[in-house]
Structure formats: C-alpha cells, structure tokens
C-alpha cells in the first residue's frame, strides 16, 4: 500500500468516526429511560417508546463497536510501522477492496469468517 492510499484510508476513517460520534449523540436520548407515568402516555405508547428505547440502544451499541475499530485502525496508521492493511490474525494482506467497504477491518475475510463461526 502506498502513502497516497493510506493517506485515503486515514482520511475515511477519520470521517467515520465523526459521523460514528454523531450518531452517537444523536441517540442519547432515544436510549434514555422512559418513564412509567401512564397520566401522559398509554399503555400502548409506552410500549412503543420502550421499545423504541431497546432499538436504539442496540444501535448505540453497534456504533460504539465500530468505533471501537476504526480507533484502532487509525492508531495502527498513526504507529507508522506499516502494519495498516495487515490482517492481525494471520499477517497477510487485507484485500484494498475489504479496506474500501470496511476501513477498520483488522482481519482479513477468511480469518474474519473463522472468528465468526
């Protein structure tokens, strides 16, 4: 991998994480508690807003995983040892079409599947 291609993948992932981080916001109050005063809101509504609150909590969940990753990855790139791109599991190179769809990947496909299963 060249210094222009990871320059780009720096790049991408640094806006990711913007947007992880912004997602993140956003959803902190969706996953807030939600309050038994069935005065202001029915039965039927709290259920909704309950689960309304499980969904987003899940996705906030995903989204700190993720984040998770792409800090890594960017920590690989800022340790300037040209590891970037390597799988952590097994050493060979991340397809630059994997890194394309998924900058934070760390592993390559087939170690990913075996971690999978």
Known sequence: MDDQQLQGFKLQLSALREELLGHLDLSDTASQIVELDQTTVGRLSRMDAIQQQQMSQAS????????VKV?????????????????????????LERLNNSPESLYCLLCQQRAEE
């Open 60 to 67: 906030r969940s995903q989204y700190r995983q993720r984040l």
């Open 71 to 95: 800090e890594r990855a960017l920590s690989v790139i800022a340790g300037n040892d040209g590891s970037y791109g390597c799988c952590e599991s097994c050493g060979n190179q991340i397809s």
